[in-house]
């Protein structure tokens, strides 16, 4: 693990060097370890336990794994604004040091996190922001990159509108460099926010 750009280590639960179905263009899609909300129906449940699985300095996240071609990041989880503060700098890091746009989905609605100061400081590098946690009962059927229709999209810079996330699928196999299979998007292969 590098050191030094930063104190504030995120604690992650998976990283996809490079996908098109979780967000504008090909991106980078940074799982973060933790989340609270247990919502049935959850694609992504071993992302909810609080333990710490691996801990990434926020430019180590960049360094390891981004790829050419790659136009932004997409932060998912788990959830996001648990770790608010690491949430910044990756954000920050991500928009200063490599041009790239940063997309961040959460379970927390818009307004509540604006009324959180870490969360407000996280959420000024962020594009575009998908609010609130998976409704089973609500899911997405179109390509539009939301896993129920109850979630919104808040365009926080003039950089993307909402047909720039419609996808090509629903879902994505990735295979690692160490012939790892993960599957990604908004289908039972993987999760919703
Ligand atoms: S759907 Fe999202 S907010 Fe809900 S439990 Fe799963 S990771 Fe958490």
């Given amino acids: 693990m590098r050191s030094g750009y930063s104190p504030v280590l995120i604690n992650m639960h998976a990283v996809i060097p490079a996908s098109r179905v979780n967000g504008p263009g090909r991106r980078t899609v940074a799982f973060f370890q933790g989340c609270q909300r247990r919502c049935p129906g959850c694609f992504n449940p071993d992302t909810h336990s609080m333990e710490t699985r691996e801990l990434y300095a926020p430019d180590e996240v960049f360094v390891r794994h981004l790829r050419p071609g790659v136009e ?3 932060v998912s ?5 648990l770790q608010p503060v690491a949430l910044g700098e990756l954000l920050k890091i991500a928009r200063r040091n490599y041009s790239l746009s940063t997309v961040v989905y959460t379970g927390y609605a818009y307004d509540d996190l604006c009324a959180m100061p870490e969360c407000v400081s996280a959420l000024q590098y962020v ?3 998908i609010d609130c946690a998976y409704i089973e009962g609500m899911k997405e059927m179109t390509l539009l990159a939301r896993g129920s229709t109850n ?3 808040f365009f926080l810079s003039d950089r993307y509108s909402v047909a720039d996330f419609y996808m090509p699928g ?3 196999i990735v295979i ?3 012939g790892l299979i993960t599957g990604t998007g908004f289908s039972r292969l ?3 926010q």
């Fill in 72 to 74: 932004g990041i997409t």
């Fill in 77 to 81: 989880g788990g959830e996001p604004f």
């Fill in 127 to 129: 594009d575009v922001l």
């Fill in 151 to 153: 979630q919104n999209f």
């Fill in 170 to 172: 629903k879902a994505e």
């Fill in 176 to 178: 690692g460099a160490d």
């Fill in 190 to 192: 993987m999760r919703p």
